[in-house]
């Protein structure tokens, strides 16, 4: 049986990643259950020593996401283990920033030290398999109260995990309403 683990697995995206593996062993490292993503030594610790095949890179706090990729990569990197990395296609594409009147949002800042970071440990040889999913707005309740149209549903992007497992040539994915 695979076993996955999943920051961020009580709500959002990795809810739906959570629901969508749930025939499989699932490693849950959120606030609800007591993990904190700024203590990231800890989460790969656990991933490890509960020999998980699968992680996925979901929950967002500041850099903490990028260290995380960074740590655990090291644990894994000779490995034939999958990393799936939640990014956004905010990085590149401005327009949820206008709607928030071009304020500063650290958010994009963060998910492109995220994308660097997976984009410089992707060219490295590596038994591990690295990915980057990278939606546009999703329906999570971190959005929910912004004014936009067309925003993805949760289940679409746990699909879009699943097809990049099931698809591992597949490195980095763009995901848009």
């Known amino acids: 049986m695979t076993s996955i683990a999943i920051t961020g697995h009580t709500s959002g995206i990795g809810k ?26 800890a989460i790969v610790q656990d991933a490890v020593a509960n020999k998980c095949t699968v992680f996925i890179n979901n929950a967002y706090n500041a850099m903490y996401q990028s260290v995380l990729l960074e740590k655990l990569y090291v644990h894994w990197k000779d ?27 650290n958010y994009r800042d963060d998910k492109k030290h995220l994308l660097k970071t997976f984009r410089r440990i992707v060219q490295e040889e590596t038994s591990c398999m690295i990915h980057m999913i990278s939606p546009g707005p999703v329906n999570t309740p971190m959005i929910a109260h912004l004014p936009i149209k067309d925003k993805l549903h949760t289940e679409q992007v746990a699909r879009i995990v699943k097809h990049t497992i099931d698809n591992p040539y597949l490195k ?3 995901a848009y309403v």
Request: net charge negative; glycine share 8%.
């Open 172 to 174: 980095e994915v763009i």
């Open 79 to 105: 490995t034939e283990n999958t990393i799936i990395n939640i990014g956004s296609y905010i990085t590149d594409y401005p327009r949820l920033e206008k709607e928030l009147d071009d304020k500063p949002w």
């Open 16 to 41: 739906a990643c959570a629901d969508m593996f749930s025939g499989c062993e699932i490693f849950g490292y959120s606030r609800s259950n007591g993990w904190n993503i700024e203590l990231p030594d």
